[in-house]
Each structure stands twice: as C-alpha cells, then as structure tokens.
Nanobody, 118 residues
C-alpha cells in the first residue's frame, strides 16, 4: 500500500551538495512523521533527520548545520538538502515513514547511494 521511492543520490566531491527526494504513495503522508536514515558498509544504521507532521525537525549531531529536512505535502515528497558534504557522509540513505493509526507502523524505501569521494 505505502510505497517510498528515494532518488537524488550519486557521486559528489567533498564540499559539494546533493538533494535527496522521497516520493510517497498513499493518503497518510500528511499525518506521518518522516525521517532520513543512512547506513554505511559494516556500520549501524543511524538516524539523520526527522520531521513531524507539524514541521518539527530533529538532526543528528553529525549533520546539524549542514543538512536540512523538509516536506512538501501537496506533492507527498520528503527532501533532504545536503550541503558541505564529507567523505563520512558516504552511505545508503533511506526514507522512513512512521505513522500511528490504531497501531504504530513504519515503512521504508529501498535506499539511494550517496558517495562523497575526494
């Protein structure tokens, strides 16, 4: 039912920028908390940023001041603007939807690769 499709990943030089997008299907996007996670090879998946349905945002310390999460309710799309990219940002980035309707449920996209290479 719920489909999340990430796009916008790629190869970028250190100091460069990328904007990731997550297109969501279904009718529950507007009342969901959305998040970006990332996972590097051999490492634990970590939260990068979250945004609630009310627009409240939260960021991992490692990306604070460099990344911006936002959402477009009319387009059912989540964004992650990534500036001043570092090699340490290299990972697969995943879009996540968290929604509570009777029960708490989570949905994940398939991920998009971001490589920051010098």
């Amino acid at each position: 039912q719920v489909q999340l499709v990430e796009s916008g990943g790629g190869l970028v030089q250190p100091g460069g920028s990328l904007r990731l997008s997550c297109a969501a299907s279904g009718s529950i996007f507007s009342i969901s908390t959305m998040a970006w996670y990332r996972q590097a090879p051999g490492k634990q998946r970590e939260m990068v940023a979250t945004v609630t349905s009310g627009g409240s945002t939260n960021y991992a310390d490692s990306v604070k001041g460099r990344f911006t999460i936002s959402r477009d309710g009319a387009k059912n799309t989540l964004f992650l603007q990534m500036n001043s990219l570092k090699p340490e940002d290299t990972a697969v980035y995943f879009c996540k939807m968290i929604i509570r309707i009777d029960v708490l449920r989570s949905y994940w996209g398939q991920g998009t690769q971001v490589t920051v290479s010098s």
